[in-house]
């Protein structure tokens, strides 16, 4: 204690004492009032999150893997994260699809900032192809009982097998991006380059016996049970027992979207586009033709759009669809609508990208459309020449050889108006008799004679 303290000063040490023991009490009330307002805080926090469980929202995704799915898969992903949801389950079955649709799926899940679990279900269900990726890109991995996942080799656009220096491309980018996805998850590395190199496939049971995946679950509830309080390989700790599960699932207009950019849909509704059109222009007023070809058309270029084409097989579709209406208007005697038809075919086997893509035109459907239109046009030539070998008839004297029905007070209908007639057998003709024009007198008078049922003149 320094000489000029004040309690040296007065010789009273008692005092100064007891000041000092004032201040420690006080410091030391401040201090439990302190800790019991943080331990008040703390307790009123766990009520209130105890009080509220967690979310979780489950979306239904048992489609192909194509740019309308994908859409929809990253949209809930975004919702998820943006709505405060503790976590997102993809319900997933599918046998695969697009690898440009399959990259922007895992890439939204490892940009996901909450956790993201796969589980392949219900039973029966499957991650093939390009679901492997969505699955190995999730924090947990969990499959039904009676699924497998698997066969995740690339091929090419017609369902081959790709060849050549494009084959060892294809499979070293997509092993290497498979096994990149289970390492970073603590995975089976080795079985990842298998699934691309040799097509591997399992069962649930093997895939968890060997470490393919993380958990198997018989159902949605038992899996959020079972997977709670589970550290992910982001250091993410899972709350998920008891959450508020809430589903997703496609819309009815992401339905029709679906629908539509089918390969096969997509050729058909170009082919009934270019005929309605073809027709609206070969017999002008007609509308309907011109109308449904239209929507049909514009139906297909959405197709055309979201889907990878070739521009090869876009010229070639063009050209098939100039070589049909030529036809109509040019006498080829059929060559420019049988060129037609093999150009058709050619154009939609090649109308969509190869280059990894396993979206692919059946060959039976672009034979039937090429031989349906073919036979349309085959038909409206053979009307068209007929018409053309057929007489001249001018005015009134083309209705010579038409048939009518006689009508009261003598009068017969034919091509929908009333004419007076006479009987050429010199009878009254009878209401109801059918008769066919012999020839047009003077005075716009139908000389007629009666007809049998078998369409010819009466004996």
């Known amino acids: 204690m320094k000489a000029d303290d004040p309690c040296l000063l007065r010789g009273a040490s008692k005092p100064c004492l007891d000041s000092i023991s004032v201040d420690v009490e006080k410091l030391s009330l401040r201090g439990f009032l302190a800790v019991g307002a943080l331990a008040a805080g703390l307790f009123v926090g766990a009520s209130a999150e105890a009080a509220t469980p967690p979310r979780?929202?489950?979306v239904e995704f048992a489609n192909d893997v194509n740019p309308v799915t994908q859409a929809f898969a990253t949209d809930a992903i975004e919702r998820a994260n943006a709505e405060g949801f503790s976590a997102i389950v993809i319900l997933l079955d599918t046998p695969g699809g697009l690898l440009s649709s399959m990259r922007k799926i895992y890439q939204a899940e490892l940009a996901s900032r909450i956790p993201v679990i796969v589980y392949v279900s219900p039973r029966g269900a499957r991650a093939a192809s390009a679901g492997v990726w969505i699955g190995q890109a999730a924090d947990v991995l969990a499959m039904a009982p009676e699924t497998n996942i698997g066969s995740s080799t690339p091929i090419g656009a017609g369902g081959e097998e790709i060849g050549g220096d494009a084959r060892r491309k294809a499979?070293?980018?997509?092993?290497?991006?498979?096994?990149?996805?289970?390492k970073s998850h603590g995975r089976n590395v080795r079985w990842a380059d298998a699934a691309v190199r040799r097509a591997a496939n399992l069962t649930a049971d093997e895939a968890l016996a060997q470490n393919?995946?993380?958990?198997?679950?018989p159902s949605l509830p038992a899996l959020l049970r079972k997977i709670d309080g589970t550290r992910v390989s982001r250091g993410l700790v899972?709350?998920?027992?008891?959450?508020?599960?809430?589903?997703?699932?496609?819309?009815?207009w992401k339905r029709i979207l679906d629908t539509i950019i089918d390969p096969n849909i997509i050729v058909l509704l170009m082919s009934l586009g270019t005929l309605g059109i073809v027709v609206e222009l070969w017999n002008p007023g007609l509308v309907f033709p011109g109308a449904v070809g239209g929507i049909s058309l514009i139906?297909?270029?959405?197709?055309?759009?979201?889907?990878?084409?070739?521009?090869?097989?876009?010229?070639?579709m063009l050209l098939a669809a100039g070589f049909f209406g030529a036809e109509l208007f040019i006498v080829s005697h059929g060559a420019l609508a049988l060129a037609g038809a093999i150009t058709f075919v050619f154009g939609a086997l090649i109308l969509f990208d190869p280059a990894g893509e396993n979206y692919q035109v059946s060959l039976q459907v672009a034979l039937a459309i090429a031989g349906t239109v073919g036979l349309f046009f085959t038909f409206a030539l053979t009307k068209a020449v007929e018409a053309r070998r057929r007489p001249v008839a001018v005015g009134i004297h083309q209705l010579v050889g038409d048939r009518g029905t006689v009508r009261r007070g003598g009068f017969v209908l034919v091509q929908g108006e009333l004419w007076r007639a006479r009987s050429l057998a010199g009878r009254p003709l009878e209401a109801g008799e059918l008769v066919e024009v012999a020839h047009v007198e003077d005075g716009l008078v139908l000389a007629v004679r009666p007809t049998d049922e078998s369409g010819g003149p009466a004996a």
């Open 56 to 58: 979780v929202l489950a």
């Open 171 to 182: 499979i070293n980018d997509a092993a290497a991006s498979l096994r990149a996805l289970a």
């Open 212 to 217: 393919v995946i993380d958990v198997t679950a």
């Open 238 to 252: 899972l709350r998920t027992a008891g959450a508020q599960v809430e589903r997703a699932e496609l819309s009815g």
């Open 299 to 316: 139906l297909g270029l959405y197709g055309l759009q979201v889907l990878p084409v070739s521009w090869a097989g876009i010229l070639l």
